[in-house]
């Protein structure tokens, strides 16, 4: 069996896959193991398919290509390369080169210590303030919701055991975010600091709304904490709701109809009505989820697979 697999997804990476390649095999050449790099093209409209072709004809022996009929998103992208792997180690990286690949030998010295699965977390980041901020502020809203304790959840740098891989290929979901799926298969996971750098070239795939589409997905995908926190929320407004009805109650037999405070009922029902339209939101993000699993889809499709024959 081979030592390491190094999954990369590629999707519209054109300008910066030959410098990706200059810097990825001479690392991998180093480590003095037995690897092989899976590129899977996610569906790329930019010449990205046709560079990784003529990559896999000028190292045939370590390079394996997966085009995919579409854009399956990153993580189904993943899936396919994991699917696909041969190694004992099994290596994540993204084609942007914000994570070195001479950072790969660090994450596989920590596997050789007994660990199962190992995070990474970016030191001296290179993103925008925002993005950094949005990042720390779902981490922690992440973390507390569904218990999985990763660092940096952004940081696709990663590598797993193959008994973990395994275990993720078995389970058939439509959606998932794979490092927390990952942690929750790990018995002896650990996290190290790794550098990063600016985007060898290109833009970011990921906007604020795929940010928050990907949390809401983990969110969801991992607990049932925002129902229940949402359902004792819904009893605390049920039972201040009573009580300001009896009060409201009261007053009036005391003192009389009053046309004063109109205004303030109405803020307090447009209140409620966002927080039930909130819920109902909640409950379809759930119900979404059920919807995609119980149609059985595939999770992609391939077109072709470039591998060599031996």
């Known amino acids: 069996m081979i030592d390491v697999s190094v999954i990369i997804p590629v999707y519209n990476e054109e300008a910066g896959l030959k410098a990706l390649f200059d810097r990825l095999y001479p690392a991998l050449d180093n480590l003095g193991k037995s690897y ?4 899977i093209n996610d569906g790329s409209r930019d010449r990205s398919s046709s560079i990784l072709s003529e990559q896999f004809n000028a190292r045939r022996d370590v390079t394996r290509v997966i085009l ?10 993943i899936m396919a390369g994991f699917e696909h792997s041969r190694g004992k180690m099994i290596v994540t990286l993204d084609a942007d080169l914000q994570n070195p690949p001479e950072e790969i030998g660090k994450l596989l010295g920590k596997m050789d210590e007994g660990y199962d699965y190992v995070g990474s977390i970016r030191k001296n980041r290179q993103d925008s303030l925002w993005r950094s901020f949005a990042s720390r502020l779902m981490n922690g809203l992440r973390e507390r919701i569904t218990r999985i304790k990763m660092t940096d959840q952004g940081c696709m ?3 797993y055991s193959r008994g973990i891989i395994d275990a993720i290929n078995s389970a058939r979901e439509i959606n998932t975010f794979i490092p927390a799926l990952a942690y929750t298969f790990a018995s002896n996971p650990t996290e190290i600091e790794v550098e990063h750098e600016e ?16 949390n809401f ?3 969801t995908g991992f607990s049932v904490m925002p129902l229940q926190v949402f359902s004792l929320f819904g009893i605390l407004i049920s039972l201040l709701s009573t009580l ?6 009261i007053r009036r037999l005391i003192v009389g109809p009053e046309a004063q405070g109109v ?7 447009f209140f ?8 109902i939101g909640l409950l379809g993000e759930y119900i979404g989820r059920i919807y995609q699993e119980v149609r059985h889809r595939p999770r992609y499709l391939i077109e072709t697979v470039l591998e060599d024959s031996k």
């Not at 092989?36 to 590129?39: C, R």
């Not at 409620?272 to 819920?279: N, S």
């Open 36 to 39: 092989e790099i899976v590129f």
């Open 263 to 269: 205004f303030t009922l109405f803020g307090i029902v």
């Open 217 to 219: 997905d983990l969110m």
């Open 199 to 214: 985007r060898a070239a290109g833009e970011s795939k990921y906007s604020l709304y795929s940010l928050i589409r990907l």
């Open 157 to 159: 740098l990663r590598a």
């Open 272 to 279: 409620l009505i966002g927080i039930i339209m909130f819920g």
């Open 244 to 249: 300001f009805v009896v009060y409201l109650a």
């Open 68 to 77: 995919l009929k579409g854009n399956f998103g990153q993580h189904m992208a």
